[in-house]
């Protein structure tokens, strides 16, 4: 049996990177194969595929052609895990209708994305264990990727319509109160349905950053105040008051109802 | 005195933590909150991973981008040039003050004595920048053996010869007696 080295970096804890056992004993079996068979499965992106070769295992072997120093096998690999990484990347174009419209804001990000990967690659081929994680969680990495691009674009493209309130009195536009549904409880219920999922996700991004914090953590369930010191909620992660944490939800929610258009009618 | 909390690790953990279940959020926000901000953006990217996953397919355009990036790759690794070679002492001034390290800093990486796997990539990048080079050849050109500058002289008996091994990133900076507080800010990775 072959023995599949262990990574090499660790976490906080001291504990080292482990890849999922699924990924270990792909590594096991499809090392064996002759070369041009393996290429054949990897070009497989169909991920429920019997013969479906997890990004995970294309990243090890990529990797360990440090020590082969063949240039052929890191190119044809390469190849291979490039594919991968295009189909881990949220799509940047939508079809509407019969248009297609293209998100400039996901494409800049998608671009950016593809360059670091590739620096990443070059730089961890000389050595190093910056992509272990790739080896545990390929999709989870490239999502890591996204987070300080996503932000420095974000900041540049910020939606220039503001929801803010009248300066002088504090309240909202009328139109951003009938969007949020009531003027007492925000209806939030479309947050968390599977209809309006990836529009959400999409349209969270264009909210304020203090604005898009607190709906990702009511995504997770956390709750916005708690009188028991010890659950964790939104207003203690924010360092802001159970008042503050509710407005920006209420703007939150009313900014998102807007750009899915959910309440129109009333 | 604690080590300091490895960002980049306790994300990788967070979103290992994550797959399982969303309520990995509220946990780590409470174990860390100085990463709250860093933490609730990868769970949104997490989500948005989760919710596109299997909607792309390899377009032609795509293709044409992978095979310029394996191209680019191997020319750098075909024709390996010395991005020093032409470097002017004004150049190195210039660079000392822009990437705010002594010269004998900039000269390790000329005479290939850094370990260039333990570099953070946002120095590199940087520094490619300033060879006006790309990163890829900078990275092949830094993975060559320890070499002696040609206009180097010496007062020895024996023939001068380049050191063995290289050195990691951190000890060259304190070996050039860059003080601790600045080592850290040089060897930040962007997560």
């Known amino acids: 049996m072959v023995a599949v080295p262990q990574l090499t970096k660790t976490y906080p804890a001291g504990t080292p990177y482990r890849r999922m056992s699924e990924v270990e004993d792909e590594i096991v079996r499809v090392t064996e194969l002759p070369f041009e068979d393996f290429l054949e499965r990897a070009r497989i992106t169909n991920r429920s595929h019997p013969d479906f070769i997890r990004p995970e295992t294309l990243m090890h072997f990529l990797r360990r052609t440090r020590s082969d120093n063949n240039e052929q096998r890191f190119n044809a690999l390469f190849r291979m895990v490039l594919r991968r990484l295009i189909l881990a990347l949220p799509r940047s174009e939508r079809v509407v209708g019969e248009n297609t419209i293209v998100d400039g804001m996901a494409s800049d990000l998608g671009d950016i994305v593809r360059g670091r990967f590739v620096e990443l690659v070059t730089l961890d081929r000389a050595g190093g264990d910056r992509m272990d994680f790739y080896e545990v969680h390929f999709d989870e990495a490239v999502a890591k990727l996204r987070m300080r691009p996503a932000k420095q674009i974000r900041a540049r493209t910020r939606r220039t319509e503001m929801l803010a309130g009248d300066p002088e009195t504090g309240e909202l536009p009328e139109y951003v109160e009938r969007a949020a549904g009531s003027f007492d409880e925000p209806d939030d219920a479309f947050l968390f349905d599977p209809i309006f999922r990836k529009r959400l996700l999409q349209e969270i991004d264009r909210l304020k950053p203090e604005q898009k914090e607190v709906i990702i953590m009511l995504l997770a369930n956390i709750q916005t105040h708690s009188d028991d010191p010890t659950v964790p909620t939104i207003s203690r992660a924010i360092g802001r008051d159970a008042k503050t944490v509710w407005n920006r939800r209420r703007d939150a929610i009313a900014a998102l109802r807007k750009a899915l258009r959910l309440g129109e009618n009333k | ?191």
């Open chain 2, 1 to 191: 005195m604690s080590p300091p909390i490895r960002s980049s690790q306790v994300l990788d953990l967070f979103a290992t933590a994550y797959r399982e279940s969303t309520a990995a959020l509220a946990e780590f926000l409470v174990k860390y909150p100085e990463l709250a901000d860093a933490l609730v953006e990868y769970a949104h990217q997490l989500n948005l991973q989760r919710e596109c996953a299997g909607e792309r397919s390899i377009t032609p355009e795509d293709e044409l981008w992978i095979e310029a990036q394996v191209s680019r790759i191997s020319a750098a690794r075909s024709a390996i040039s010395d991005p020093f070679a032409a470097w002017q002492p004004s150049q190195y001034v210039e660079a000392r003050k822009v990437l705010g390290v002594p010269a004998a800093v900039l000269i390790a990486f000329r005479d290939r004595l850094v370990n260039v796997a333990s570099v953070p990539l946002p120095f590199l990048k940087h520094l490619a920048e300033l060879l006006k080079v790309g990163m890829a050849d900078l990275v092949i050109f830094l993975e060559g053996s320890p070499r002696l500058a040609a206009n180097t002289s010496y007062k020895a008996n024996a023939a001068p010869g380049a050191p063995a091994e290289k050195a990691d990133f951190e000890s060259i900076l304190a070996q050039a007696g860059v003080p601790a507080d600045k080592v850290s800010a040089l060897l930040e990775e962007d997560i």
